[in-house]
């Protein structure tokens, strides 16, 4: 019922960066908060980052904190993921999801979720 549009994924090397973007429908972005997540092969899906509907408050995981940075862009109903200082263990496949409330790192009280964007990180 809801369509995510994830992209920016790409392959770069360690100490590079990447920008990702998460494009939803005009009905959700008055009403939904925006959570980033990552995962790797053979591992379970992680919490990354996560913004309000107001675009104000924000919440990042210890391992990304001080060089992720989340944001939106109302007039594109946008949320963008601004990856930076890249580390191999970064590697993953990126989802944006959607909850009704800030749900943070709550992955349970997501609604929906994009198809995912793959990063690579490596020499």
């Known amino acids: 019922q809801v369509q995510l549009a994830e992209s920016g994924g790409g392959l770069v090397q360690p100490g590079g960066s990447l920008r990702l973007s998460c494009t939803m429908p005009e009905q959700t972005w008055r009403t939904y908060s925006t959570g980033w997540f990552r995962q790797a092969p053979g591992k379970e899906r992680e919490f990354v980052a996560g913004i309000a509907r107001g675009g104000i408050t924000t919440y990042y995981a210890q391992s990304v904190k001080g060089r992720f940075t989340i944001s939106r862009d109302d007039a594109k109903t946008t949320v963008f993921l601004q990856m930076n200082s890249l580390k191999p263990e970064d590697t993953a496949v990126y989802y944006c999801?959607?909850?009704?409330?800030?749900?943070?790192?709550?992955?349970?009280?997501?609604?929906?979720w994009g198809h995912g964007t793959q990063v690579t990180v490596s020499s």
């Open positions: 999801a959607l909850s009704p409330r800030f749900a943070q790192d709550r992955e349970k009280e997501y609604d929906f």
